[in-house]
């Protein structure tokens, strides 16, 4: 079955730590994206890629990094400047200018 | 730039009856316009979309929408509720440079 797999689930990390989130897709798109969404918002856009090796800083790209080095793969690393990490995060996969699929989130909390 | 306003946080409704969640978006630029769905702690699923063509756009489990351009509004309705659509709702417009802006959401709670 194609789509797009995130993981872990939930992810636990302490003060201080980099963490990374995987996402894979199967789908063969070229477009791929990272959310973050906190309770009562809306999803607010990390960073996103519209082609292997390259990728654009979104709306609050600060504290984070990304890599894109296959077209499958776009993991996000949550770094340890990132002053408040805890929320849910969701990868993306869209053919251009069209719909986006999303996997099925990864909850992070900071202990 | 473009934007997006939800301009329901939340909508109670009974079940069977009728449902409107309203979205008003702008842009600079040609939008293509999407309505998703999301159940807790799951990922968002698309409803429906319109990229051109016809402004009344039919998606899955009965829901619609229709695409005003005048008034930069993109409602999305269902004629008749059920339980299950109980989630929470969120309007997207697309620049069409890949890029995506999403509104904070209505939460749709059906009762019995």
């Known amino acids: 079955d194609g789509g797009i797999t995130q993981s872990p689930k939930y992810l636990f990390r302490k003060e201080g730590q980099n963490v990374t989130l995987s996402c894979e897709q199967n789908?063969?798109?070229?477009?791929m994206y990272w959310y973050r969404q906190d309770p009562g918002q809306g999803l607010r856009l990390i960073y996103y890629?519209?082609?292997?090796?390259?990728?654009q800083k979104g709306d609050i790209a600060e504290g984070y990094s990304v890599s894109r080095e296959k077209k499958e793969s776009f993991p996000l690393t949550v770094t340890s400047a990132q002053k408040n990490p805890t929320a849910f995060y969701l990868c993306a996969s869209s053919i251009r200018n069209n719909e986006q699929f999303f996997g099925p989130g990864t909850r992070l909390t900071v202990l | 730039a473009q934007s997006v306003t939800q301009l329901d946080s939340q909508v109670p409704v009974f079940e069977e009856a009728p449902v409107e969640l309203r979205c008003n978006y702008s842009s600079s630029v040609s939008v293509y316009l999407f309505w998703y769905v999301q159940y807790p702690n799951q990922g968002l699923q698309l409803l429906l979309k319109y990229l051109s063509g016809s402004t009344l756009v039919k998606g899955i489990n009965g829901f619609e929408a229709e695409f005003n351009k005048s008034q930069t509004s993109f409602h999305l309705r269902k004629p008749s509720v059920h339980i299950s659509d109980t989630a929470e709702y969120f309007c997207a417009v697309s620049d069409g440079a890949g890029k995506s802006t999403f509104g904070d959401g209505t939460t749709l709670t059906v009762k019995p």
């Open positions: 789908l063969n798109h070229d477009a």
């Open positions: 890629s519209q082609i292997v090796n390259d990728f």
